[in-house]
């Protein structure tokens, strides 16, 4: 990785930008709900280290080094403005299994991930028996990081059936739950009130009167 030039003793230089070998930006950022993690994965073309807030700022140089190396390892990634989404189920499949690596540490491995369109009261579902995973596919249009959220959950009940404590710890490793979680409330609130593009919440596509959504995965 990369570091601007050191502070002069004349006069004050701008804060050093943190960059990857590869020259793509890098952001840390520090989550009180993050205990005991430490992930790191790409976002719209920033690699993003994600540590516990109570680290010292010498165990954050540390971590975000070895977070680092470990994407260089993986190999540098174009920014996601470039990338295309999982659109069919083989590909939905190959992204679980790269989201199982990053944030599950490779331990839910899903026999089959599929779209499907006859999913109306949940976003996802999971079959721990047989290892299958099923995406409703009124999650397509959604922002990447809310699918990522529902994909993780899934993968996650493969490891954890029920909604217990363990469950959630495993989603801990995953920086956008709380806003994924916050999202789909938001997106079920206002299509059980027929709210249209104009007054829906902004951020997220416009959801149309007359479809029954889910509340959260299940």
Request: hydrophobic residues 35%; charged residues 20%.
């Amino acid at each position: 990785m990369r570091r601007g030039s050191p502070p002069g003793n004349s006069h004050q230089q701008p804060a050093a930008v943190l960059t990857t070998t590869g020259g793509a930006p890098v952001e840390v950022r520090r989550s009180a709900r993050r205990t005991r993690t430490v992930a790191a994965f790409w976002e719209n073309g920033t690699a993003v280290v994600a540590i516990p807030a109570r680290f010292t700022a010498a165990q954050e140089r540390e971590w975000v080094h070895r977070m680092l190396a470990k994407l260089h390892k993986q190999g540098e990634r174009p920014a996601a403005s470039g990338r295309r989404r999982p659109a069919t189920d083989e590909a939905l499949a190959a992204h679980a299994a790269r989201l199982s690596t990053t944030y599950l540490g490779g331990r839910a491995t899903p026999t089959s991930v599929r779209w499907v369109s006859n999913q109306n009261s949940r976003w996802g579902s999971a079959t721990p028996a047989e290892g299958t995973i099923r995406l409703s596919d009124k999650l397509r249009p959604m922002p990447q990081w809310v699918i990522d959220y529902v994909l993780l959950h899934e993968l996650a009940h493969l490891l954890v059936a029920s909604h217990n404590t363990a469950f959630w710890q495993l989603l801990e490793a995953y920086p956008e739950t709380g806003r994924a979680k916050a999202f789909l409330e938001g997106v079920s609130y206002a299509t059980s009130r027929g709210l249209d593009r104009d007054t829906a919440p902004s951020g997220r596509e416009p959801v149309h009167s007359g479809d029954t959504w889910p509340g959260d995965a299940d």
